[in-house]
């Protein structure tokens, strides 16, 4: 295993791997970039094969976070770290307040919070022992899920797109096709049937889809047809890997956008979508509300109205990505990345 000459590498500015063996722990915290502020990103607990698919994953996704924290405007750095773990295991607690001493010890560095693996409540687990821990349950009112940040900003995409194809960010009449009905794709579901729109919907939970088509007049779909939907718009709400050489050539949808994250099998499907006319979004540029709405606990001097105003500012983003990229002939994708890479750049050199 190397770091420095990883594939997935790009410079970050540090890599701990952290132990305690007291427990079993064995996790990596890896920061992409403080440039813009402090590097936050989720914690996430998985029974990786082995260290190097752990280091790859972890990598990978603490850059991901910079960008993302980058085109959000958010005074935050990127960062990420992976606990090696199968998160059912009985000594989770144990395991998470272990590896809590270790994201103390950065002084802020880095600040934690949920990802797959680790729920808003192993994030309060998590601060019993450290004060960089953010999208805690107790952080929030009773019944409140976190994931309504993300939905409405994938509300706030759809109608950007809406205005980028027509001219109008009016859904009425328009239609969608949502892949994946669980928190973010359930409530993004909601928004847009409340909007008027029409919606086509799939998920491998039965019970998911009956819910939808009960009560959002939704028409079904078998989850392998679904990116083949004779839509307006493509939503993948559900896993990662869904452009890829084979979906590509079925999508009629004329964008693609949704909270999914990773949604680009390789790079080059975002130039591939560009090339066969498909509006894309980059995933993390529409799902950085749920990041916009939960550093509310980071940015103390950010309220949670503030936060909302912040999340439906990604429309004008949303179309700005979306214009550049038809002007300049280049994948939204690209832009999107350009934007995030300048304004690290630019937070470096002051
Ligand atoms: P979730 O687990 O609540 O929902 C995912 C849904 O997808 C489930 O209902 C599941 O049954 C369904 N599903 C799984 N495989 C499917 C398939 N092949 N076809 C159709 N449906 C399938 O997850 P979530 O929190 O809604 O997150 C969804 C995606 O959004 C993930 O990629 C996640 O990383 C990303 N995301 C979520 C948030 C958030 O705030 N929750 C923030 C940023 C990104």
Request: charged share 20%; proline share 4%; glycine share 10%.
């Amino acid at each position: 295993m190397t770091v420095f000459h990883h594939a997935a590498y790009q410079d970050h500015e540090q890599v701990l791997f952290c132990s305690d063996p007291s427990v079993g722990l064995r996790a990596i915290i890896a920061i992409h970039s403080t440039a813009l502020g402090p590097a936050a990103g989720g914690c996430r607990m998985h029974p990786y094969a082995n260290e190097d698919d752990a280091l790859a994953d972890v990598l990978r996704l603490s850059q991901g976070m910079s960008y993302k924290n980058a085109v959000a405007g958010l005074p935050l750095g990127g960062g990420k770290c992976v606990i090696i773990a199968d998160p059912t295991t009985p000594h989770k607690a144990d395991l998470l307040r272990a590896f809590s001493a270790h994201v103390q010890a950065l002084h802020g560095r880095y600040w934690t919070a949920i990802d797959v693996g680790v729920g808003p409540e192993d994030a309060d687990v998590l601060a019993e022992g450290c004060d960089y821990v953010f999208a805690r349950a107790s952080a929030y009112e009773p019944g409140f899920n976190p994931s309504f940040f993300t939905s409405r900003g994938g509300f706030v995409g759809l109608r950007a797109v809406a205005e980028f194809l027509w001219g109008s960010d009016d859904l009425r009449g328009r239609r969608f096709a949502i892949q994946g009905l669980g928190q973010t794709g359930g409530d993004l579901a909601r928004q847009l049937f409340e909007a008027g729109a029409e919606l086509v919907v799939s998920d491998v939970c039965e019970e998911r889809v009956r819910d939808a088509v009960s009560r959002y007049r939704a028409t079904p779909l078998d989850p392998e047809a679904i990116h083949a939907a004779a839509v307006d718009v493509f939503v993948p709400c559900a896993l990662g890997g869904v452009i890829s050489d084979e979906t590509l050539l079925e999508i009629q949808a004329r964008a693609v956008c949704g909270l999914a994250n990773n949604q680009l099998v390789e790079p080059r499907h975002g130039a591939e979508l560009a090339r066969r006319g498909i509006a894309y979004v980059p995933d993390y540029v529409v799902n950085a509300g749920g990041m916009m709405g939960a550093s509310t606990a980071i940015l103390n001097d950010l309220t949670r109205e503030q936060a909302l105003v912040r999340i439906d500012g990604l429309f004008d983003t949303i179309l700005s990505i979306l214009e550049e990229a038809k002007a300049s002939g280049r994948p939204s994708s690209d832009v999107a990345d350009a934007r995030a890479e300048q304004r690290i750049a630019r937070g470096r050199a002051t």
